[in-house]
């Protein structure tokens, strides 16, 4: 079996003492999850600043792997940790740098891009604005993908309660972008039926 086919239970005793498979295993796990965490400390910090974080949570991993017991899995350890590192990189400074916006990657017209850029900056600035423990719970769910069960193992709280920062942050994030004068597409309505055809 090759180390790729590895699962995490699996990688992680390799990682966390030393040994001929140690780094291997390690890369691995920071390969699986890097693009997740990425995501989510882009939307916490901003993007250039999730890079600096990451490498702080990575570090933090690496030395404290050999203590992990596994109570949560280690999905919910290392978001855990990376939450811990955004609120930490977000108290060291006082507000969300808007101008580390991540860059365009696909050719789009100068309009365009432009109201991207405007459109980022709004969304980030939402974002900054809303209470720590929903930003915490919308970025965990709509930037790393996580599943309600997941946030709860990751923040330390009930399902119930996730769900409600989740749905009062989406509430807050529709405002506030409501009143910046951006208007979220609706969801489409669907046809109703005609009188004809309830007869």
Not at 94 to 113: G, I, K
Not at 129 to 151: F, H, K, N, T
């Amino acid at each position: 079996m090759r180390l790729n086919d590895w699962t995490d239970a699996q990688l992680i005793p390799l990682a966390a003492r030393a040994g001929p498979h140690r780094e291997a295993a390690f890369e691995l796990l920071v390969r699986r999850y890097a693009p997740g965490l990425h995501r989510l400390a882009s939307g916490l910090v901003g993007a250039g600043s999730a890079d600096d974080v990451l490498q702080e949570v990575f570090m933090s991993v690496y030395r404290s792997l050999a203590g992990f017991r596994g109570d949560a899995p280690f999905g919910a350890w290392v978001h855990r940790i990376t939450v811990n590192a955004c609120n930490k990189a977000l108290a060291a400074r006082r507000s969300l740098a808007l101008d580390e916006v991540a860059e365009v990657t696909t050719l789009l017209t100068p309009v365009r891009a432009t109201e991207q850029d405007a459109l980022r900056e709004t969304l980030a600035r939402a974002m900054a604005g809303l209470p720590p423990e929903q930003r915490e719970a919308v970025a965990l769910r709509e930037l790393s993908g996580l599943d309600y069960a997941e946030i709860a193992a990751v923040t330390g709280v009930s399902l119930g309660t996730v769900k409600s920062r989740i749905n009062r942050g989406r509430a807050a994030l529709r405002e506030r972008l409501s009143a910046s004068g951006y208007v979220p597409d609706a969801p489409p309505v669907p046809d109703l039926p005609t009188v004809k055809e309830k007869l």
